[in-house]
């Protein structure tokens, strides 16, 4: 075999490799990958049949309740349009409460009822860390300040 053929069936040879990675890779990202849905969404249709999905909304008042097996809870999640009744098996997170913001993660049951295998709570999204919060309220006094020296001068300067 010639030196030409070698590195034709080398490169030929690497290409089909790097065809092989790629299709593995998408295909571990397409397994590994899930949407996020409202309950509006769901409702209209729009959430995958049998595959596992993010639902996302308010958790409503009033509406979390635990089973007889004291694991087992039922709670409606709505996103003000629609409401979505969701079953969860496990330890809640300390931030989920009603009237907050919650996204769960599973499938849609044959009942209409959302079987999650994973619940998050979402904090306050108005929430800033104190120091965020006392270096923004710095920079609004210098901003008014510095307004105020400029509205200062420009008058001095129209005299």
């Not at 990202?29 to 769901?42: E, H, K, Y």
């Not at 009822?113 to 306050?124: I, S």
């Amino acid at each position: 075999m010639k030196t030409r053929h070698k590195r034709i069936a080398l490169i030929i040879g690497g290409l089909a490799v790097l065809g092989l990675v790629v299709a593995l890779v998408l295909n571990a990202f397409q397994s590994n990958l899930v949407f996020f849905f409202s309950p509006t969404q769901v409702a209209a249709g729009e959430a995958p049949k049998g595959k596992s999905f993010r639902i996302g909304g308010l958790v409503k008042e009033g509406t979390i309740k635990r089973e007889a097996d004291g694991v087992t809870l039922r709670f409606v999640m709505t996103d003000t349009e629609q409401d979505m009744i969701v079953a969860y098996k496990g330890i809640l997170p300390d931030l989920f409460k009603e009237g907050k913001g919650a996204v769960a993660q599973g499938k849609l049951g044959e009942d209409g009822v959302f079987v999650a295998t994973e619940v998050l709570a979402k904090h306050d999204e108005n929430y800033m860390p104190p120091e965020a919060t006392k270096a923004l309220g710095d920079a609004q006094q210098r901003a008014a300040a510095n307004k105020a020296a400029v509205e200062a001068t420009s008058k001095t300067v129209k005299q």
